[in-house]
Structures are given as C-alpha cells and as structure tokens.
C-alpha cells in the first residue's frame, strides 16, 4: 500500500509556544503552585493526559465561559491557553492575587485586536465562527455588536441595520466554508468590508490537503474529535477531494477492515495534533505491506 505523508501538518508554532510555557513552568520551582490551565491546552486528550501526569490541572468545562472557570481557580497560576481570552478574564485573576502566563497565539490577538479596532470606529462585526470555541468566545464578548456566524442559517436570521459592517473569522476557519459564507454575505449585505484571518498554519496545512490527496483511496485525518481544525481538515477531505475520509484519535482507533481495496491512504493531521500519535498511524499503514 501507497502512503502519502501530507505536510505540513501537526502542531503550529502556537500550539508549540503554548506547550514550551506550559513546560518551562512546570521546570520552574517559582512558578507558584497549582499550575492551573483555563480550558485545553489544545483540544488533544492525550496531551492534557500528559501535562496531568506532570501535577498540571486542566480546568475545563464546555458549558462554561473562560470567566467561570477562571472564578473557579482560587490561587497559584493560571495559564492561558492559545486560543485566547478576553482581557478583563486576565485581570480578575491578577487582582484576585494569581499569576497568569499568558499563552495567547499572536495570530489569534491580532484578529482580536482588529475586532476592537473596527468596533471602536462604529463598524458592527460578523464574526465567522464556531459556537462555544474559546476562541470564538474571546472575540464574541468583546461587544453586543460582534455577531457570531457559524453557518447560512445564521446570517439568514441576521438582521443588521449598521450600514458600516466588518466581516472576519476564527483563525481556524475552514477556506472552503469561509469562500461560500463570504459570497452569502456579499449578496445580503454588499458594503461589508473583509479581512481574512485564517492563519498560515491552517491555510497551509488545508491546501496541502487538498493539493496531495488527489487520487488517494483513503484519507486519515489524525486529531480529537474536539479539535476544531482536525474536523476541518476532514471536511475538506470529503467535499473538496470526495475522499473517503476517518478521523481517529490515535493508532488505537485503526482496524484492518478499514483498508479493504485500498491502495494509496494519505494521512494529515490537526493542528492540534502531537507528531508521535501521526507516526504511529503512518507506521501502521506502512506495517500493513
Ligand atoms: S492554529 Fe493558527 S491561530 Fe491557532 S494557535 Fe496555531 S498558529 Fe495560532
């Protein structure tokens, strides 16, 4: 069987900086104790499982905003995961006495602080992005005048009066699905002005996809099933390159049934994704020669 290794994939250089803090602080007798992380450090069991193992608690509740987790913590400090948070989450912990390190990627704080920029100028802000994602939640509460759009079924129940709209996204938004809700908008509000801010990791990682799966049998995505980008790459897979396409957590979610006639399987994975649990799933395909 053919394997086709698609790069780049795996982490981005946020989810890198993120975890180098993460692990500098556990390394330093300083760092006042409990290490406490707001959320997942990036949406991957098995790296939460291995900071656990090292004495760092993950606090983290879907249902709960940044803010009620952050209540929740009562000392020690408190890491900020990549995704971002609203500024005034960062300093109700400072005046409560705990130290924050802030793991924000610079990527996600520039499209926040663009959201600011444009809301302080009068512009209404459609924010295209996914419900209940920390990120997503970091720009959304900014303002009663951020308007998150997840799908066409939100836009269509939009109704805006501000002549003066500003449209951008989560930076780990899907380019096929950011194409389609662009042009929605453009029909329904054509004055919109746009600014794409899907990273260069993303991008990167959903056009290698797209550019190398070509002709593929089987594509395996490798990622959480909460790991936003990683479902993003699967969707990708199957509607831009009509793949047949799994998403699995590790080489323990492989069965041999699943390469029944296939001859070239390509794997990807999120950028959420450490590289050891892509090696083991290529490994496994190429054992199957
Ligand atoms: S996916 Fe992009 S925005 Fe998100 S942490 Fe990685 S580099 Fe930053």
């Not at 803090?21 to 499982?49: F, S, Y």
């Not at 109704?159 to 809700?181: G, M, P």
């Amino acid at each position: 069987m053919n394997v086709i290794e698609i790069r780049p994939r795996g982490f981005c250089p946020g989810v890198y900086h993120a975890i180098q803090l993460v692990e500098e602080a556990i390394n330093n007798p300083q760092v006042r104790r409990p290490i406490t992380i707001l959320g997942m450090i990036v949406h991957n069991r098995h790296v939460v499982d291995d900071l656990a193992r090292k004495g760092v608690v993950t606090l983290d509740d879907p249902t709960k905003t940044r803010q009620e987790l952050a209540d929740q913590i009562q000392d020690g400090t408190v890491i900020i995961t990549a995704h971002g948070i609203l500024p005034e989450v960062i300093s109700s912990l400072q005046k409560r006495g705990i130290d924050v390190i802030d793991a924000s990627c610079r990527d996600v704080l520039r499209t926040q602080q663009l959201v600011k920029q444009k809301l302080e100028e009068g512009f209404d802000v459609l924010y295209l992005g996914k419900e209940g994602h920390p990120e997503a939640e970091s720009v959304v509460l900014l303002s009663d005048k951020v308007h998150l759009i997840s799908s066409e079924t939100d836009l269509n129940s939009l109704s805006i009066k501000n002549h003066n709209l500003f449209v951008t996204n989560q930076t780990t938004f899907s380019i096929r699905d950011l194409a389609s809700l662009r042009s929605a908008i453009s029909i329904k509000y054509p004055k919109s002005v746009f600014s794409d801010e899907i990273c260069d990791a993303t991008r990167m990682r959903q056009e290698a996809l797209i550019k190398y799966n070509q002709g593929v049998d089987l594509c395996l995505i490798v990622g959480d099933p909460r790991s936003n980008n990683s479902k993003n790459l699967v969707k990708i897979s199957e509607q831009e390159t009509h793949t047949l396409t799994y998403l699995v957590g590790s080489v323990e979610d492989l069965k041999p049934s699943m390469f029944e006639g296939v001859q070239t399987v390509s794997v990807s994975s999120g950028a959420s994704t450490p590289n050891y649990l892509t090696q083991s799933v290529i490994d496994y395909c190429r054992n199957l020669n």
